[in-house]
């Protein structure tokens, strides 16, 4: 993986984290809400594991968040 590409899964993963607080939600809430693991969705937000998301989780998590997807792609 490049290091560009770990940058990007980092940032995602922090919007992630960040909208999922705005909502009000737990790892573990959102977790469940997309069908994965409290652990999956623990290391997609973490900012040192540069967890790869499959685009169907991706969308599930801004559909949760109620969220458009371009917004956790917005680095600045």
């Given at each position: 993986m490049t290091?560009?590409?770990e940058q990007e899964l980092k940032l995602i993963g922090l919007n992630i984290a960040r909208y999922r607080k705005v909502k009000g939600l737990?790892?573990?809430q959102l977790a469940e809400c997309v069908d994965i693991s409290r652990t999956?969705?623990?290391n997609i937000e973490a900012p040192n594991m540069?967890?790869?998301i499959s685009l169907d989780?991706?969308?599930d998590i801004?559909?949760?968040l109620e969220i458009p997807v371009a917004n956790l792609f917005n680095f600045n």
């Open positions: 290091e560009k590409r737990t790892q573990l999956h969705m623990s540069h967890t790869s989780t991706l969308l801004a559909d949760v």
